[in-house]
């Protein structure tokens, strides 16, 4: 089983931009579909994005489609959220998940196997 670290959060003007990486241990990154979720002080945790083992498949939440981008680097063991025109309502804990499951259910379920520890990302308005 994978362990997922994130980094890459802070503090940003809205309208700004930060790219949040998840990098993990192990040997099988390749074989995991991977994502993003957010929970926000006071809510629940929530889907952001989400990307295929191979990186061929990618989906959003319908509130960052088109200011967000979801990438992974296989050789790096590595996924990366870039954040762009970032809004006060994207304050929130970001957490980095993978699962072997079929990357439809993680979108849908909202479960993955492993989480990372998250980091956190504040938008000042």
């Known amino acids: 089983q994978v362990q997922l670290v994130e980094s890459g959060g802070g503090l940003v003007q809205a309208g700004g931009s930060l790219r949040l990486s998840c990098a993990a241990s192990?040997?099988?990154?390749?074989?995991?579909?991977m994502a993003w979720f957010r929970q926000a002080p006071g809510k629940q945790r929530e889907f952001v994005a989400a990307?295929?083992?191979?990186?061929?498949?990618?989906y959003y939440r319908e509130s960052v489609n088109g200011r967000f981008t979801i990438a992974r680097d296989n050789a790096k063991n590595t996924m990366y959220l870039q954040m762009n025109s970032l809004k006060p309502e994207d304050t929130a804990v970001y957490y980095c998940?993978?699962?072997?499951?079929?990357?439809?259910?993680?979108?849908?379920?909202?479960?993955?196997?492993?989480w990372g520890q998250g980091t956190l990302v504040t938008v000042s308005g």
């Open positions: 998940g993978a699962d072997r499951s079929d990357v439809t259910n993680v979108v849908t379920s909202g479960y993955v196997e492993v």
């Open positions: 192990g040997r099988t990154f390749s074989s995991y579909n």
């Open positions: 990307i295929s083992s191979s990186g061929a498949s990618t």
